[in-house]
């Protein structure tokens, strides 16, 4: 009996011991660590985003363990690094593809006819020939306009080829089927011959009406004379019955007998000649109801012509390189250009895209990658995760060194340059690979890309962002509040920092937002104070004036006031609107000064120990969790020189990893 | 000893009733003396936490499946890339975070691409030495007729072995003996039906059509 005794109280002690170590290493009452083979699937799925090879099963299940050596090695492999990369391309939301706009009227297409001239032939046609998506004569060379003639009768006898400064004159005119029915006449060669014979639809071509038969083009790029009349089943130029006759006898215009209000009084017959807009020299635009052709000059490839040819034929106004208007000295270097009929695409073409748009389609995905390069690097070097959102560091692969070294494409990509011309690397356009690269001193890591600033188009939006995915915080009003009735005064204060409803949050978005204060808004550029000084006095004065346009220059200061404030703002860059002296400094230290202030206040480290929680666990951590980790992995995280890898290693050591729910 | 042995039974019971670990348990017995044990590691409770205490399972993304099919079997789904915002892929630009539902148009999308994956590596593994194969590695050609490729004549041994490192390689996941017995019933009338049609590559495309489309597969 007391040997039975004796090896009851063994087994007592052996159930307690097993239970408590079951408890502890197995189960909790349902919630089982998994065994060896499918841990090893689930961190090389969470680690490298593969399971195992049927080896690397074999070879594990031999060592009988998975060891902190074996998940360093893991994360040397390139699988990491791409994991890692896909793991803040959804963090950063890195893809602009929806928020650049571009409809493609920068770009340069040619078609099979003729010369085969790369030119506009989008929106951007319109206020050059005419019409949109209309062509200049691809069968006439710009500078020997006189050696042809499509329509004898529409053309003077000599024809000016280019004007005093040089500016492209048109060659050829058609009238605008948008305006005109034209239709062609049956068995004549010209309009010569065509007078007195019947059109397709049998109208007889008068010979009072010979200034309105047309040499237009076939499919198969034969001239064919066609009848031209105003269209009268289009309720615009329906009412235009009059004639208007010259001395001959001969219709020279058509007009409403009794226009109103809106509708077209008259439309005068086809020229070369182009309208003057409001007498001043240098602002042509085309004849209405007609498409004014220029023709086609040999020039230097386009940037993106990478084929060798020393010289592609080009429409003559897309070929020219001037800066400004040689007239209205009115500058080439922004969206006016497509309309202005002086500018051009500048040097190689550099103010437009290839017509394919596959080199818009590489910009936003070079654009969208350089963050992630940014981030590998810091990975990649062991350095302090925070690096990612203060270095002044990038990287630029062709596409991205052409398009700043360049000032490529630069009305629809609005970007500044991250650093001087000099400084940054020449890479070539079709060349692999990326460059690292020093940014100018105002960079602050990923948040001053293209990528965080297109992406996040506003000063809100991006601190929105900011605090989301670095600091785990949104913005939402507290619980059981209500907003302010709409008739309650309060609704009217311009401030949202102040306004009722809206201080909750925009107290705290609006300061915060004045680190982005020198960035633009919808675009990418960096507005040096240097060039957008805190007041510009001409914008000032434009304002006090009434000129809130002040020629386009002053977009980005206050030029209206709705407020005291405003008023008191007036010819200030907007981002100062309602700022106080105390966040003055915001704008003036940029998101590298915010990223200071987080990182005093411990928010940005148990956000990253938080977030990369969420990525392994699948969920976020519970309330007694962040009890039981969040201290610790902070700590160690901090402890680590906030060494993401570490980070990683130490989550991925927690018993929570080990199990499953 | 009595007593000691009741408190102990108790401790045991209490701990997996109320769900606790032990370390809960401080100051309600007398414990034994386990000082020499080593550390063991605080919980949280999993009725204060929604029921978690570790790993959410979850659904493979659209990146690990593309991954998985290509490690598993040496081959891609053709559709994979296309169908990709289909089965949850978010662009990061209209859709900001990947979907990880294993709802029926994933399962569906996913069945055809099982189909067409494994019959396709059925197909080429017909073709190849015993140890290149990737969906009969343990079978050999002698265990499968004179053109090695009956497989209505392989030992039951033969084909436990070959589930058993599929299993392996689709799910990380060795099949219990329980589990094997029943999926070598299944394939020898499969194997059956697919030498009747003469088509035998659809043998061992069943199969690895079934473990594609295993929760195994497809959740981690």
């Not at chain 1, 995760?385 to 398009?403: A, D, E, P």
């Not at chain 1, 980005?556 to 907007?574: I, K, P, T």
Request: charged share 20%; net charge neutral; glycine share 6%.
């Amino acid at each position: 009996m007391p040997e039975l005794r004796r090896n009851l109280s063994w087994l007592t002690a052996l159930i307690v011991l097993v239970s408590a170590t079951t408890l502890a290493d197995e189960q909790v009452c349902g919630q089982a660590s998994v065994n060896l083979e499918r841990r090893l699937r689930q961190v090389y799925l969470d680690v490298i985003g593969r399971p195992p090879t049927l080896e690397e099963y074999r070879f594990i299940q031999g060592k009988g363990a998975i060891l902190p050596e074996d998940l360093r090695e893991l994360m040397g492999r390139e699988e990491f690094y791409s994991k890692i990369k896909g793991y803040h391309r959804a963090l950063l939301r890195a893809n602009i593809s929806t928020s650049i706009y571009s409809e493609g009227e920068t770009r340069l297409v040619t078609t099979g006819a003729g010369l085969q001239p790369l030119g506009f032939r989008g929106l951007s046609s319109s206020p050059l020939r005419g019409q949109i998506g209309a062509g200049c004569d691809a069968f006439v060379m710009q500078d020997d306009c006189n050696t042809s003639r499509q329509d004898p009768l529409l053309e003077p006898t000599t024809k000016t080829c280019r004007d005093s400064a040089g500016v492209p004159m048109p060659v050829s005119v058609d009238y605008n089927s948008n305006n005109y029915d034209c239709q062609l006449v049956t068995g004549a060669t010209d309009c010569t011959d065509a007078i007195g014979k019947p059109d397709a639809t049998g109208r007889v071509l008068a010979a009072k009406h010979q200034f309105y038969c047309d040499m237009r083009r076939l499919a198969d790029n034969t001239l064919k004379p066609h009848y031209c009349l105003p269209d009268a089943a289009k309720p615009q130029t329906a009412a235009l019955t009059t004639e208007e006759l010259d001395a001959n006898g001969k219709v020279i215009a058509f007009s409403n007998p009794a226009p109103v209000n809106g509708s077209l009084p008259r439309l005068a017959r086809c020229t070369l000649s182009l309208n003057v807009d409001n007498g001043i020299k240098g602002r042509y635009s085309v004849q209405q109801g007609c498409i004014q052709r220029e023709g086609v000059v040999l020039t230097a490839p386009p940037y993106f012509d990478v084929s060798g040819v020393a010289t592609v034929p080009m429409c003559a106004i897309e070929a020219q390189v001037r800066d400004v208007n040689p007239f209205t000295m009115e500058s080439c270097e922004s969206t006016r250009f497509r309309g202005d009929r002086s500018c051009g695409c500048g040097v190689n073409s550099r103010r437009c895209d290839q017509g394919s748009g596959v080199l818009f389609s590489q910009r936003i995905a070079a654009v969208n990658e350089e963050p992630l390069r940014l981030i590998d690097s810091v990975i990649r070097r062991d350095e302090d995760y925070f690096t990612i959102l203060t270095t002044r560091r990038s990287f630029i692969n062709g596409v991205l060194s052409q398009m700043y070294r360049e000032n490529q494409n630069n009305t629809v990509w609005l970007v500044t340059p991250p650093t001087s011309r000099d400084a940054t690397p020449n890479v070539p356009l079709t060349a692999p690979g990326w460059a690292e690269y020093t940014r100018d001193a105002q960079a602050s890591g990923v948040l001053t890309t293209p990528a965080w600033l297109y992406r996040f188009p506003t000063q809100r939006s991006r601190v929105n962002q900011f605090y989301g995915a670095f600091l785990c915080k949104h913005f939402s009003p507290p619980s059981g509040v209500d907003a302010p009735p709409p008739e309650d005064s309060c609704n009217r204060e311009n401030n949202l920092a102040k306004r009722c409803g809206c201080s909750y949050c925009h107290a705290t978005i609006e300061p915060t937002g004045a680190h982005w204060g020198r960035y633009g808004e919808r675009n990418a550029q960096y507005l040096d104070p240097a060039k957008f000084p805190k007041i510009d006095t001409r914008c000032r004065d434009c304002a006090l004036s009434g000129d809130t346009t002040c020629n386009n220059e002053c977009g980005n200061y206050v030029m209206q006031a709705y407020d005291g404030d405003g008023a008191n703002s007036l010819g200030e860059l907007r981002t100062y609107l309602y700022r106080t002296a105390d966040e003055e400094p915001n704008i003036v230290g940029g998101p590298k000064l915010l990223v200071q202030k987080m990182m005093q206040t411990g928010d940005l480290e148990r956000c990253a120990v938080g977030n990369i929680w969420n990525e392994l666990l699948g969920r976020p951590m519970t309330a007694d969790e962040q009890t039981l980790y969040l201290k610790s992995l902070t700590e160690s995280f901090t402890a680590k020189n906030h060494n993401l890898k570490e980070l990683i290693l130490d989550i991925l050591s927690t018993e929570a990893y080990r199990r499953i729910d | 000893m009595k007593r000691i042995f009741l408190l102990s039974v108790m401790t045991f019971l209490a701990a997996c009733s109320s769900k606790k670990t032990v370390a809960d348990q401080t100051g309600t017995l007398e414990p034994v003396d386990m000082s020499a044990h080593p550390p063991m590691v605080r919980l949280p409770d999993p009725e204060n936490n929604a029921g978690h205490v570790g790993r959410a399972p979850r659904r493979l993304t659209v990146a690990q499946l593309k991954q998985s099919i290509a490690v598993t079997t040496g081959s891609q789904w053709s559709q994979i890339d296309n169908l990709a915002a289909s089965l949850g892929q978010a662009d990061f630009a209209l859709t900001v975070s990947d979907s990880n539902e294993a709802n029926l148009v994933f399962a569906k999308f996913l069945e055809d691409g099982a189909r067409e994956v494994c019959l396709k590596v059925a197909v080429a593994d017909l073709g190849r030495a015993q140890s290149a194969r990737v969906l009969w590695p343990d079978i050999a050609n002698t265990e499968a007729g004179t053109k090695g490729n009956d497989f209505t004549l392989v030992p039951d041994a033969s084909i436990k072995k070959n589930l058993s490192t599929l299993s392996l390689r689709f799910w990380g996941q060795p099949m219990s003996d329980g589990e094997l017995t029943a999926w070598t019933t299944t394939f020898k009338p499969i194997a059956a039906r697919a030498k009747v049609a003469n088509k035998p590559e659809q043998a061992w495309g069943a199969m690895c059509i079934a473990m594609m489309t295993d929760p195994r597969f497809i959740t981690y």
